[in-house]
Nanobody, 127 residues
Framework: QLQLVESGGGSVQAGGSLRLSCDVSGGYIYSKQCMAWFRQAPGKEREGVAAIWSVGYGTNYADSAKGRFTISRHSAQNTLFLQMNGLKPEDSAIYYC???????????????????WGQGTQVTVSS
């Protein structure tokens, strides 16, 4: 059974940075499977932040993440990262790592595309 475990969350002041990691165990994420970061703030729906696929390392970012966040993937180590710079209080949320089951599809930020999910890591940004 594929398991995803996030780490790297914490509390920072506005303008600060955090680097999230997602380690995969119990299986392997193939290069044509999408991996992504989502987040969910209290009282809000879960939303996509960034997605990546290994083939050409194409990426897809939400408008809120463009220019501040960078998603990357270490396929050999089955690990996903999210570098977050210039953090804002509105970035506060639980951040989830996700992976698709289907191979070869463009990597969207739609929840329905992703089958495997981690438990999340809390990110809190104070003003």
């Amino acid at each position: 059974q594929l398991q995803l475990v996030e780490s790297g969350g914490g509390s920072v002041q506005a303008g600060g940075s955090l680097r999230l990691s997602c380690d995969v165990s119990g299986g392997y994420i193939y290069s044509k499977q999408c991996m992504a970061w989502f987040r969910q703030a209290p009282g809000k729906e879960r939303e996509g932040v960034a997605a990546i696929w290994s083939v050409g390392y194409g990426t897809n970012y939400a408008d809120s993440a463009k220019g501040r966040f960078t998603i990357s993937r270490h396929s050999a180590q089955n690990t996903l990262f999210l570098q977050m710079n210039g953090l804002k209080p509105e970035d506060s949320a639980i951040y989830y790592c996700a992976a698709s089951q289907v191979q070869g599809s463009p990597c969207s930020l739609a929840l329905s595309q992703y089958t495997y999910w981690g438990q999340g890591t809390q990110v809190t940004v104070s003003s």
